[in-house]
T-cell receptor, first 110, second 114 residues
Framework: SQQGEEDPQALSIQEGENATMNCSYKTSINNLQWYRQNSGRGLVHLILIRSNEREKHSGRLRVTLDTSKKSSSLLITASRAADTASYFCALELGGNKLVFGAGTILRVKS | NAGVMQNPRHLVRRRGQEARLRCSPMKGHSHVYWYRQLPEEGLKFMVYLQKENIIDESGMPKERFSAEFPKEGPSILRIQQVVRGDSAAYFC????????????FGSGTQLSVL
């Protein structure tokens, strides 16, 4: 399968805690991206990490990429209730194709 | 700068009818992607188009489905003779004509087939 697999499928935490989501894949990729989707809405791009990068930060988001293990993680620090959403990793394959995983449902309780 | 616009937001069709979903990409974007999402699942790639060209339609069913992105006007995803299994959310995304593949998504069209 070319798509990434997110883990866990669902995550429930208290406001202020950190949330970590993982993505594993089997194919070769150009880049890896993370997107967020609020219920009933389109996806919003969060962060892109290139295949030659190991870590990237954006605000409260931290993304790592280990190409030898074919895995990536998304860390959201100091979570807020507004972070409640589904989070998807997307694999950028050749030919301008972006393939999405099934997502992690994050619930942040206030 | 308006985002990606999809219409209609909700579409109800009876089995056997045709469904037409429209997508206007962001200004300056020449790449359009269509994805389908079933409840509580990820997005499944359907087709990638540039103006007047289908670049990759490997995710689109061979029958009943077609897509176009004409020189003028929105991209259209057309589903002929819809069946209940076509019920899903259909999302369009666009990206600018450079090497960075960052997608901007519309709010989707929820297709319900009765």
């Amino acid at each position: 399968s070319q798509q990434g697999e997110e883990d866990p499928q669902a995550l429930s935490i208290q406001e202020g805690e950190n949330a970590t989501m993982n993505c594993s894949y089997k194919t070769s990729i150009n880049n890896l991206q993370w997107y967020r989707q609020n219920s009933g809405r389109g996806l919003v791009h969060l962060i892109l990490i290139r295949s030659n990068e190991r870590e990237k930060h954006s605000g409260r988001l931290r993304v790592t990429l280990d190409t030898s293990k074919k895995s990536s993680s998304l860390l959201i620090t100091a979570s807020r209730a507004a972070d409640t959403a589904s989070y998807f990793c997307a694999l950028e394959l050749g030919g301008n194709k972006l393939v999405f995983g099934a997502g992690t449902i994050l619930r942040v309780k206030s | 700068n308006a985002g990606v616009m999809q219409n209609p937001r909700h579409l109800v069709r009876r089995r056997g009818q045709e469904a037409r979903l429209r997508c206007s990409p962001m200004k300056g974007h020449s790449h359009v992607y269509w994805y389908r999402q079933l409840p509580e699942e990820g997005l499944k790639f359907m087709v990638y188009l540039q103006k007047e060209n289908i670049i990759d339609e490997s995710g689109m069913p061979k029958e009943r489905f077609s897509a176009e992105f004409p020189k003028e006007g929105p991209s259209i995803l057309r589903i002929q003779q819809v069946v209940r299994g076509d019920s899903a959310a259909y999302f369009c995304a666009s990206s600018p004509p450079d090497r960075v593949m960052k997608l901007f998504f519309g709010s989707g069209t929820q297709l319900s087939v009765l």
